[in-house]
């Protein structure tokens, strides 16, 4: 799960504060090559009609040669061949330039976009099979980097690194050849120049990677303290933290400022350097040349050629820094895509799935907590080992204190982690031998976050069961007490909830998440504090429901209000991670035991 | 049916129709106007680098026609030191263009970043609850990049290209103006097609830019709802919806790319078939003899040179019109209204009795349909100084949204609200809301220190002893000691992930311990359990009784803290009185506080 404290050594922090998860060496080439490499067929056809392009375009000169030596004799001797052939010719190199440019860009597009859309896809189903506590502490603003900005940096290295890296291939391969077919001494010199610009290559590299996986964390960093902001801007209305948000944005906007400039500046330095070398070469093979040519060892129009070619063969090293530039940041932005995708899921699904037995009789499931103990790798909580059976169709409730440990029982129930040790079972099943789907059908966890996501209300009960018809919709929420109020909305049903429910009040989403949760018609139905914003009519309407709707099931209650507890065929009281009272309400409180001191502050609350 | 929702749609009308770039791009004059010298000079020095890479060639040829040919030893020296002063020269301007605008354009992308920041932070809640967070975000990442590339390279290449195609024209003219009018034939052509690209291709790219607004937007819900998907295993569906609005970017992104395609073929072949035309021309003249194959070569040769510039032309505008489009994207925003200000009256008479008083407050959301009934519908309420009132209500009632017409996070549409007889739409906001404190319905951290998170709620006088006492109020003191670095343990989004029943307990203390004047609390102990409860009610009622407060309430164990309660009812003030009273006479609070119906069955 989120475990990243691997063997190896690394820099002191959290490598989520510092957001550098670790990858295993060679992860983000790996990560590249299995992104393209079911595209291989398509890059290499759009090699080939760049390739074939490029000739095209090349032919220009040629023809005129040929218009001049061959067309303008043959013009004046009569024969108007020649100069049909000229235009025809480069009519046609013109349209086969202009048709591959147009195939080029559009094939290139195409693998560019399948690959965006396959890492996206990766990202974003991989974020969801990570753990709740993995995203406590990556946040939502870090995933929103990596799958927009970090995606991004990919896309400008896809749309324009093809054909700047094929231009540059091609333009160094082609005219060194030329260079040492016209003289081996020059190209010689040509090919010696290459060194370093070599060396020059790999500094760049080393440094811009260096500058862009700063940026690429610095952005981050932004994008988390805006997203924060945005999402709590009442607090930080009524708190009036506008100022100090100001300046702590400004210090997290001033670190991507400067890696930003930090960027462009290397790139000046890598043009410079390069453009140096170059030019101290086409002068240095000029020279030469000349000289060769003064002792007689070069033919003059020899010389004449190369001193053509060689300012040609340094024509794409800027469009190779360009490549370069991109290829740097794509590839700090792959790492960090890398790092987590490399991050294990904490619960993994199973391979070899599992059917639970059909249902006997009852909708309701038995569970069987079988010697599990757990404890965060984080820290925090920890459960002993115990032994727990619900049978089938037994509303338990649990209290206890904060911390007493029922927030972990009801998240190993709902497979939310796995025990450290022992199993959690559903009618005999390990839930760990379940595929979700099934899973889901067992069980169901209704939490105190009531989130709604964007999108109509209707398609938040729906999440409940996405096959649900709007009459199975609009039972679910009558059944809860819930539909009143959605009625009275500007759309009714469909009314679109925008930015997490803002129009809706705490109240009436832990309303619609209990209608998903009726929607979903789980064996075994767990609430976790699910009812804590309900006034007590709505508290009365879940308990109508779950004596008549979800009647039969087996539910686990976790809820401060007692009334809520009353109504359970079970109590168990929690403390420091253990059980430490196990009966029937009416049994408890005649014992002087914590249930009955509870239930007495309770009654002693309702006062009325 | 999506099987979990997307963001359907942009939340803003997609932009004005007149879809001027140039209008839009101009926009961006303030933030560059602070580096404007930088960047001419950079232009500026981009025409003088591209100048000397034509003049290179010309050294080269003189070199190998002259000394070379004469066998001048001392005159190829000389060449070959002119040659690599030229390429030095070239190097480092090609380099200090880069360098000049390094920094300043990394400013501009980052102030436009601050100030959009900043208006978000200072514009309405009602704004807020409109734009899904995702469509901010992106303008102010992936937008305001391609503002920064714009003003990197299209806006000097375009004015460099375009001084090299011009002067490029006026050599071709000068060496045959029959050939050079033919070259210039495709001009019209050419610059209608690009005006309808540019119209097109900014359209599409809205719409993508727009999608990856939404796209963020449901990244950052996917994570903020995870425990639901989970709780329901609905990752692979929420994966598939994911998918297909990723896929309808990739389709909104080929539709660009199929633009640009088109465009750069035309850019390509037009100018190319002009110069077929002129090499047939020029050939069939030097055959007649009007012109010499000389010349002829040097016009074409200029002519193919061109090629470059004119060819860039394509993407440089499609970059241009992707920048507008973000530019105006930023605008959208940048543009709304900020909650207006009171006049500078900061101190008005006091009027009447003290206290908060409510006069025939009426509030609607501003985007509300004209039908729909108003959500508080002639409020008439007063606290008197020092009391607590209970605000009971059934669910959806309005009672949230009357404690946030109070600090003004929202505005009343109409009457007015007084704290000691001071209108607070006449006060200053930061006033307001320096007197007035509040505790969410849902307890917000920010990523920040425990200490930090609850002093934000006291002046910066505050200090270790508010901290603890505020603390014990809440009845955090003995979670928060237990933490692994006490009140300075980071918590928040990027800290430890506190259980609902210790945020709100933090929120509480937070709206407790700069002693306000008035006290906002919204369902203020509902996630804890019954001991701690009593505690807490037990200390808030020593700081209720030295405040003026509005708590609103769901069960009488709350009630209880106050002196009167306020029933509120479909947006109207249905009775006010003690809990008893009310218990007495009103079957709706009755109901509220029991759950149990009385006689009438109406749900």
Not at chain 1, 120 to 133: E, P
Not at chain 2, 161 to 188: E, H, K, R
Not at chain 2, 452 to 458: F, I
Request: hydrophobic share 45%; proline share 5%.
């Amino acid at each position: 799960m989120t475990d990243t404290t691997t063997d190896r050594t690394e820099p002191p922090g959290d490598p989520f504060d510092r957001d550098d998860l670790p990858s295993p060496p060679g992860a983000t080439a790996a990560l590249l090559r299995s992104l393209l490499s079911t595209h291989r067929a398509r890059v290499a056809f759009a090699a080939l009609v760049i390739l074939v392009k490029e000739g095209a375009i090349q032919a220009g000169p040629l023809l005129v040669a040929y218009a001049i030596d061959r067309g303008v004799p043959a013009f004046r001797a009569g024969d108007h061949g020649p100069v049909v052939a000229v235009a025809l010719g480069y009519l046609l190199c013109a349209a086969l330039a202009g048709a591959l440019q147009y195939v080029f860009v559009r094939g290139a597009a195409r693998v560019n976009q399948d690959v965006l859309l396959d890492l996206r896809g990766r990202i974003f189903r991989h974020a969801q099979v990570l753990s709740v506590d993995f995203h406590e502490r990556y946040t939502s603003g870090r995933l929103i980097s990596r799958s927009t900005t970090d995606v991004e940096s990919l896309q400008e290295l896809l749309s324009e690194g093809l054909q700047e890296l094929i231009g540059v291939v091609l333009s160094f391969v082609s005219i060194s050849l030329i260079l040492l077919w016209l003289d081996l001494g020059i190209g010689a010199v040509a090919i010696a120049s290459f060194l370093p610009l070599h060396l020059l290559v790999r500094l760049y590299q080393r440094r811009a990677g260096a500058v862009y996986a700063e940026r690429s964390t610095a952005i981050a960093g932004v994008i988390v303290k805006f997203a924060e902001t945005m999402n709590g801007i009442r607090p930080v209305r009524a708190f009036r933290r506008e100022e100090v948000n100001d300046k702590d944005f400004a210090t997290l906007n001033h670190r991507h400022e400067r890696s930003n400039g930090d960027a462009l500046l290397e790139m000046a330095r890598y043009v410079v350097g390069s453009r140096l070398v170059a030019n101290t070469a086409v002068a240095g093979m000029c020279l030469w040349g000349a000289y060769r040519v003064a002792s007689g060892s070069l033919e003059l129009g020899v010389l004449a050629a190369a001193v053509l070619y060689m300012r040609r063969l340094y024509d794409p090293i800027d469009r190779l820094g360009m490549f370069l530039n991109s290829y740097e940041s794509a590839a700090a932005s792959l790492t960090k895509i890398a790092g987590l995708l490399a991050q294990e899921p904490g619960v993994p699904e199973t391979k070899a799935p599992k059917e639970l037995p059909a249902r006997s009789g009852t909708p309701g499931r038995e569970v069987t907590f079988d010697k599990v103990s757990f404890a965060y790798r984080t820290g925090g909580e920890i459960l002993p080992a115990f032994d727990l059976t619900i049978p089938p169709g037994q509303t338990v409730a649990v209290v206890g204190a904060t911390g007493a440990g029922k927030s972990t029982l009801a998240k190993l129930l709902a497979r939310f982690y796995d025990p450290t040790d022992g199993a959690v079972r559903l009618d005999g099943v390990d839930l760990r031998d379940l595929a979700t789907p099934e899973l889901r059908r067992g069980v169901v966890m209704v939490t105190q976050e009531a989130f709604l996501f964007s999108g109509t209300v209707a398609e938040n009960i729906a999440i409940g069961n996405p096959d649900a018809s709007r009459q199975e919709i609009e039972a679910a929420a009558r059944a809860i007490g819930a539909h009143e109020f959605i009625e009275n909305l500007p759309d009714g049903y469909d009314t679109d909830v925008r930015k997490r429910g803002g129009r809706i009040s705490a109240g009436q989403r832990q309303l619609v998440a209990f209608a998903r949760a009726l929607l979903a018609d789980p064996a075994v139905l767990i609430l976790d504090e699910a009812t804590s914003s309900l006034d007590v009519p709505g508290e009365r309407a879940v308990q109508r429901a779950m004596d008549t709707v979800l009647a039969g099931r087996t539910a686990v209650v976790i809820a401060h209000r007692l009334s809520t507890v009353e109504v359970a065929d079970r109590v168990l009281v929690m403390e420091a991670g253990r059980i430490v009272e196990d009966g029937t309400p009416s049994d408890l409180i005649t014992h002087e035991g914590r249930y009955a001191g509870l239930h007495q502050a309770w009654r002693e609350s309702l006062v009325s | 049916m999506p099987e979990i929702p997307v963001a359907p749609e942009p939340p803003a009308p997609a932009a004005a129709p007149d879809r001027s770039a140039v209008r839009a791009l101009l926009r961006l004059w303030p933030y560059v106007r602070p580096v404007r010298r930088r960047l001419f000079t950079a232009a500026f020095v981009a025409v003088v680098a591209s100048c000397l890479s034509l003049v290179i060639p010309l050294v080269l040829k003189w070199l190998v026609d002259g000394p070379v040919a004469d066998r001048d030893p001392g005159g190829v020296w000389l060449g070959a030191l002119y040659l690599l002063l030229l390429g030095i020269t070239e190097a480092v301007l090609f380099g200090f263009r880069r360098w000049l605008v390094a920094r300043p354009l990394a400013g501009v992308e980052a102030r436009m970043r601050a100030d959009l920041y900043g208006r978000l932070q200072r514009l309405p809640i009602a704004f807020h609850d409109r734009w899904a967070s995702g469509q901010l975000l992106s303008r102010g990442t992936t937008d305001l990049m391609l503002v920064r590339m714009f003003l990197a390279f299209p806006l000097t290449f375009l004015l460099v290209n375009g001084v090299t195609i011009l002067a490029g024209y006026v050599l071709l003219l000068a060496q045959d103006w029959s050939l050079g009018l033919v070259l210039l034939t495709p001009v019209i052509p050419l610059v209608i097609v690009c005006s309808v690209f540019e119209g097109r291709y900014g359209a599409v790219a809205r719409r993508a830019q727009d999608q990856v607004g939404d796209l963020t937007t449901v990244v950052e819900e996917s994570v903020l709802g995870i425990r639901i998907v989970k709780g329901f295993g609905r990752h692979r569906s929420q994966a598939l919806a994911f998918r297909d609005l990723a896929s309808t970017l990739r389709g909104t992104e080929l539709a660009k790319a199929r633009l640009l395609a088109m465009i750069w073929a035309v850019i390509t072949v037009v100018p190319e078939l002009a110069i077929g035309a002129a090499l047939v021309l020029g050939t069939v003249q030097v055959a007649d003899g009007d012109l010499s194959a000389g010349t002829l070569v040097a016009f074409l040769s200029t002519a193919m040179a061109l090629r470059w510039p004119v060819e860039s032309i394509g993407f440089l505008l499609a970059m241009s019109q992707e920048a507008a489009t973000a530019t105006e994207r930023y605008f959208e925003v940048m543009d709304a209204d900020e909650e207006p200000d009171a006049p500078a009256r900061s101190a008005t008479p006091a009027e009447g009795p003290g206290g908060v008083r409510f006069e025939g407050v009426s509030f609607r959301y501003p985007d509300a349909p004209q039908d729909a009934p108003p959500v508080l519908d002639g409020i008439d309420l007063h606290i008197r100084p020092g009391e607590t009132l209970a605000l009971v209500g059934g669910t959806g009632s309005g009672k949230t949204t009357l404690t946030a017409l109070v600090p003004r996070l929202h505005e009343a549409s109409a009457g007015r609200i007084l704290l000691d007889g001071e209108d607070i739409a006449l006060m200053e906001r930061d006033r307001l809301r320096s007197l007035v404190s509040m505790a969410f319905e849902e307890p917000t951290l920010f990523s920040a220190s425990v200490g930090e998170n609850v002093l934000m709620g006291a002046g910066h006088e505050a200090g270790e002893p508010e901290l603890r006492r505020a603390l014990g109020v809440a009845q955090a003191d003995g979670f928060v000691d237990r933490l692994p670095d006490g009140t300075g343990t980071q918590v928040g989004e990027q800290g430890l992930s506190l259980s609902g029943g210790q945020r709100q307990r933090l929120a509480l203390a937070r709206a407790v311990v700069g002693r306000p004047r008035f006290l906002i609390l919204d369902d203020p102990l509902s996630a804890l359990d019954v001991h701690t409860e009593a505690r807490v009610e037990a200390a808030l009622r020593e700081v209720l009784r030295e405040t003026t407060a509005l708590v609103v309430a769901h069960r009488p164990s709350t009630v209880m803290l106050a002196d009167r309660v306020a029933l509120l009812s479909r947006g109207r003030i249905a009775a006010v009185g003690t809990h008893q009273e009310l218990l007495r006479t009103s079957e709706e609070y009755a109901w509220l506080m029991s759950g149990e119906d009385k006689g009438t069955e109406d749900r």
